[in-house]
């Protein structure tokens, strides 16, 4: 009856000899499960120690004034080694009566240690090149690559029947540990990658920057690896041009600018997503002599050999505006967001298949979205002091939809909640039961469950009571909307002596509203 209660208040921890108490002569209740002899005597250890160590080295030449050339090497360790020491509890039954011991679980006699080690290693080498000719022609450039990798490596052994309480060393073992005596695992991977902008500007009036980068990961198959994504803009100084002429006095800066960029995502749910894993396990019921369990092997479900880098292309539209000596700044934008080769479930398979679909480069998203800031910045005396403050709005919004998935072609709602698209569906967007009203009568309430949904008249009429509960009799499903959009962020700053105060506004469409201030 006492089996499953530990440390009950009629029980003492100790006998009148100063002997610990675990068990009973006359009961199967365990005191306190042996815990207070595990807190009080100081024999079972847990030491967690870890160590991280990060070190950069460069070097700068710069053979022209015009021209450097640097190069650099990163190099961290970061290892965690973990030690573990259990051992018997000693107690008597009963005061002055035979030492015996608790041996096993808790009391077992054992010692683990746990060393996780992970190596990181980091190359970069470019070059940047800046001059300006006639005055008037500015070219600036930087080419490059780097090179990166990670190893991971975990080691554990499991050691019991150890020769000394006090010692923690492996060497004191005389028995293999009977469960978990050893252990493995390591994993690595590389990224390489080649890159290079160009930048030319004349006057400062009209600008020009393209760029691009040329990246390869180890977590795809050979033959996919590589991946080029180029990015280009250009802008137009307004403001600079001869006929701007007396506007200069009012406006600051006006800048159009247009852009186009690209960006690879290579992170999958594993560094070997090409491969079909191996998987070593034991039988759970099926031993040898006794002790030892059987071990078997399975391999891993099916995967995608034509996995490759997600690409996120960027359109982008936008003005710089600075008026009134750099007080009044407004900054617009508008874009449209193209994620290509979305790194996602694989096509619908039929069931006789017998595996999931593989993760692969099965789906798109189009974001359209804008972005507008105002902001004003100023100062003037107070009491002979400077007064600084600001004002700032920000308003925003954007809507994602996919535009490609080669899953769930009937566009099922069943695991939208487990990262599943289909072609139309809004990012964010929730769904609803269309209902007809509540219930108005027990009579028409209990017709209906009959009918429908078997469910109990009593809880549909206290939610109904509670008015929580709506019924929906013809089980249709309505696009109720999407989650919050357009908010709309509002904030302050002031600084006068050494005072200073930061304020954030945040406001949705909806009303609903937080401030922060400090």
Same mark, same amino acid.
């Not at 002997?19 to 365990?30: A, C, H, I, R, V």
């Not at 800048?255 to 039988?283: E, H």
């Not at 996602?344 to 972005?371: C, F, H, I, Q, W």
């Given at each position: 009856?006492?089996?499953?209660?530990?440390?009950?208040?009629?029980?003492?921890?100790?006998?009148?000899?100063?002997?610990?108490?675990?068990?009973?002569?006359?009961?199967?209740?365990?005191?306190?499960?042996?815990?207070?002899?595990?807190?009080?005597?100081?024999?079972?250890?847990?030491?967690?120690?870890?160590?991280?160590?990060?070190?950069?080295?460069?070097?700068?030449?710069?053979?022209?004034?015009?021209?450097?050339?640097?190069?650099?090497?990163?190099?961290?360790?970061?290892?965690?080694?973990?030690?573990?020491?259990?051992?018997?509890?000693?107690?008597?039954?009963?005061?002055?009566?035979?030492?015996? &011991?608790?041996?096993?679980?808790?009391?077992?006699?054992?010692?683990?240690? &746990?060393?996780? !080690?992970?190596?990181?290693?980091?190359?970069?080498?470019?070059?940047?090149?800046?001059?300006?000719?006639?005055?008037?022609?500015?070219?600036?450039?930087?080419?490059?690559?780097?090179?990166?990798?990670?190893?991971?490596?975990?080691?554990?052994?499991?050691?019991?029947?150890?020769?000394?309480?006090?010692?923690?060393?492996?060497?004191?073992?005389?028995?293999?540990?009977?469960?978990?005596?050893?252990?493995?695992?390591?994993?690595?991977?590389?990224?390489?990658?080649?890159?290079?902008?160009?930048?030319?500007?004349?006057?400062?009036?009209?600008?020009?920057?393209?760029?691009?980068?040329?990246?390869?990961?180890?977590?795809?198959?050979?033959?996919?690896?590589?991946?080029?994504?180029?990015?280009?803009?250009?802008?137009?100084?307004?403001?600079?041009?001869?006929?701007?002429?007396?506007?200069?006095?009012?406006?600051?800066?006006?800048?159009?600018?247009?852009s186009f960029g690209s960006l690879?995502?290579?992170?999958?749910?594993?560094?070997?997503?090409?491969?079909?894993?191996?998987?070593?396990?034991?039988?759970?019921?099926?031993?040898?002599?006794?002790s030892i369990k059987g071990k078997?092997?399975?391999?891993?479900?099916?995967?995608?050999?034509?996995?490759?880098?997600?690409?996120?292309?960027?359109?982008?539209?936008?003005?710089?505006?600075?008026?009134?000596?750099?007080?009044?700044?407004?900054?617009?934008?508008?874009?449209?967001?193209?994620?290509?080769?979305?790194?996602?479930?694989?096509?619908?398979?039929?069931?006789?298949?017998?595996?999931?679909?593989?993760?692969?480069?099965?789906?798109?998203?189009?974001?359209?979205?804008?972005?507008?800031?105002?902001?004003?910045?100023?100062?003037?005396?107070?009491?002979?002091?400077?007064?600084?403050?600001?004002?700032?709005?920000?308003?925003?919004?954007?809507?994602?939809?996919?535009?490609?998935?080669?899953?769930?072609?009937?566009?099922?709602?069943?695991?939208?909640?487990?990262?599943?698209?289909?072609?139309?569906?809004?990012?964010?967007?929730?769904?609803?039961?269309? !209902?007809?009203?509540?219930?108005?009568?027990?009579?028409?309430?209990?017709?209906?469950?009959?009918?429908?949904?078997?469910?109990?008249?009593?809880?549909?009429?206290?939610?109904?009571?509670?008015?929580?509960?709506?019924?929906?009799?013809?089980?249709?499903?309505?696009?109720?909307?999407?989650?919050?959009?357009?908010?709309?962020?509002?904030?302050?700053?002031?600084?006068?002596?050494?005072?200073?105060?930061?304020?954030?506004?945040? &406001?949705?469409?909806?009303? &609903?509203?937080?401030?922060?201030?400090?």
């Amino acid at each position: 009856a006492y089996s499953a209660r530990h440390a009950l208040a009629n029980f003492p921890m100790k006998n009148p000899d100063g002997s610990w108490l675990y068990s009973t002569p006359y009961l199967d209740y365990k005191i306190a499960n042996g815990r207070h002899i595990l807190l009080n005597e100081g024999t079972h250890r847990n030491v967690d120690r870890s160590n991280d160590f990060s070190n950069t080295t460069r070097l700068v030449i710069t053979p022209f004034k015009t021209l450097s050339i640097t190069g650099d090497f990163t190099y961290r360790l970061y290892q965690e080694r973990n030690t573990s020491r259990s051992s018997p509890l000693s107690y008597r039954e009963y005061p002055d009566g035979p030492m015996l &011991e608790y041996n096993n679980g808790a009391g077992l006699n054992r010692l683990d240690e &746990e060393v996780k !080690t992970r190596n990181y290693y980091s190359t970069n080498v470019f070059a940047n090149y800046d001059e300006t000719f006639g005055g008037a022609h500015h070219l600036s450039g930087t080419f490059g690559m780097n090179y990166e990798t990670w190893a991971s490596k975990n080691i554990s052994v499991g050691a019991e029947q150890l020769l000394s309480v006090d010692l923690d060393d492996l060497n004191l073992a005389t028995k293999v540990g009977s469960e978990n005596a050893y252990g493995g695992g390591q994993n690595e991977y590389a990224l390489a990658g080649f890159f290079a902008r160009i930048n030319y500007d004349y006057k400062g009036r009209y600008l020009f920057e393209v760029s691009g980068r040329y990246d390869g990961s180890s977590r795809f198959a050979p033959g996919n690896r590589w991946g080029l994504f180029p990015s280009a803009s250009a802008g137009w100084r307004i403001s600079e041009e001869p006929f701007f002429g007396n506007a200069k006095d009012l406006v600051d800066n006006l800048k159009l600018r247009a852009s186009f960029g690209s960006l690879g995502n290579q992170n999958v749910s594993s560094y070997y997503t090409y491969m079909r894993l191996i998987t070593n396990k034991d039988f759970s019921n099926y031993t040898f002599d006794g002790s030892i369990k059987g071990k078997y092997s399975s391999l891993g479900a099916p995967v995608a050999s034509d996995l490759t880098w997600e690409t996120a292309q960027q359109w982008d539209l936008g003005l710089d505006l600075t008026m009134l000596n750099n007080r009044l700044n407004f900054t617009g934008d508008v874009y449209i967001r193209d994620t290509q080769d979305m790194l996602t479930d694989g096509m619908a398979l039929p069931g006789v298949y017998g595996a999931d679909s593989p993760s692969m480069n099965s789906a798109e998203l189009r974001t359209k979205g804008y972005e507008l800031s105002v902001s004003w910045r100023d100062q003037f005396k107070l009491a002979g002091k400077p007064f600084e403050y600001s004002v700032g709005f920000n308003i925003s919004d954007y809507k994602s939809v996919i535009t490609k998935y080669d899953n769930n072609p009937n566009k099922s709602l069943t695991n939208l909640t487990k990262g599943d698209y289909y072609v139309g569906m809004e990012i964010g967007e929730i769904w609803g039961f269309v !209902t007809d009203g509540f219930f108005k009568t027990d009579e028409e309430a209990k017709a209906f469950i009959a009918d429908e949904c078997g469910f109990d008249p009593e809880k549909i009429r206290i939610l109904h009571e509670v008015n929580t509960y709506e019924v929906n009799k013809h089980r249709r499903l309505r696009k109720a909307g999407t989650f919050d959009r357009a908010p709309v962020y509002e904030a302050t700053d002031w600084n006068y002596v050494r005072f200073d105060c930061a304020s954030f506004m945040y &406001e949705l469409v909806n009303g &609903e509203l937080r401030f922060y201030c400090c």
